[in-house]
């Protein structure tokens, strides 16, 4: 018997279970005759504890993948004038040797792809290569060498001519290129140097269409690129250009070596290299 003046229920039952709240500020446990046993906070615990790990798991083999190059994104800057005949081939073949890594392409012109590869905003540019001195802080791979050709109103009387030599160029007004090509003015000027005149540039144009569709209304000719002359105007004439010594416009791709998927880079630009060594 109890002594007078006690209760049993100040008394802990002996199959009342007692619980452990530890440091969680929850009780995860609770003790029972036979054991320990998880409460309900103690399971919803265990299943949130289980997903981090496994969250944990991911993110290291995610981390290993990236590091082997077989997974991620890639921006990559481009001028559309100049990279159109061989760009989906490249994306193309990538897909199939590099599934894991996406390719995100960016219309950007080349002084701003080269800011943005400096910068880090995109992994690696296609541009018109020149001396500029910024691209010696990049590592640059030539793609290809495209040769130049006139580009001429359909009305004017040099038309008729197979190829047109430069030096009869020397007394026409030229449309400027500078955007698609920085060093664009510089080029020409030497160019026609060597051919024994200096260009007379009338118009800067914004970009190989505005340039076509400013020739198209005879304010001037223009010195273009191969790829160029897959644009649509059907008010312009093409022909071969003849100069002193060989003309070609060198495309190429920039890039840092020391950016955080610069191995990855390095095998999209040999996909590039790869595909434009194939003829169309």
């Known amino acids: 018997m109890p002594p007078t003046g ?22 995860l446990f609770q003790r029972e005759r ?17 997903a981090i ?8 083999k995610k981390a290993q993948r990236i590091n082997r190059g077989e997974l991620g994104e890639l921006k990559v800057g481009h001028v559309p004038a100049l990279t159109h005949e061989f760009l989906g081939q490249a994306l193309a073949l990538w ?7 996406v390719i995100d392409c960016v219309e950007m012109d080349p002084e701003a792809q080269e800011r943005a590869v400096l910068d880090g905003r995109i992994a690696a540019g296609i541009l018109v290569l020149s001396d500029r001195p910024i691209l010696e802080l990049l590592r640059a791979q030539l793609l290809v060498e ?20 430069l030096p009869n160029l020397k007394e026409q007004p030229f449309i400027g290129l500078h955007r698609i090509y920085p060093e664009y003015g510089d080029w020409l000027q030497r160019v026609c140097q060597r051919a024994g005149f200096n260009p007379r540039i009338v118009r800067e144009a914004d970009g190989a269409a ?5 020739v198209a209304a005879s304010i ?8 160029i002359k897959k644009f649509p105007a059907s008010q312009v004439v093409f022909r071969d250009l003849v100069t002193p010594q060989p003309v070609r416009i ?14 990855v880079v390095s095998k999209f630009v040999k996909t590039l290299t790869h595909v434009c060594a194939v003829p169309v």
Do not use: M
């Open 6 to 27: 006690s209760t049993c229920r100040n008394l802990p039952s002996a199959n009342k279970s007692r619980t452990s709240r530890g440091s969680f500020g929850a009780n």
């Open 34 to 50: 036979k054991g320990v046993s998880l409460t309900l906070a103690g399971k919803a615990f265990l299943i949130d504890a289980r």
């Open 53 to 60: 790990l496994e969250a944990c798991d991911q993110a290291v």
């Open 95 to 101: 897909q199939k040797v590099s599934p894991g890594i």
């Open 146 to 165: 495209h040769p130049v050709s006139v580009a001429l109103p359909k009305s004017h009387p040099q038309t008729v001519l197979p190829e047109i030599s």
């Open 210 to 214: 505005t340039a076509l569709a400013f």
């Open 220 to 227: 001037g000719v223009a010195l273009v690129s191969e790829p």
């Open 250 to 263: 060198p495309l190429g791709a920039v890039w840092k070596t020391t950016g955080l998927y610069s191995e």
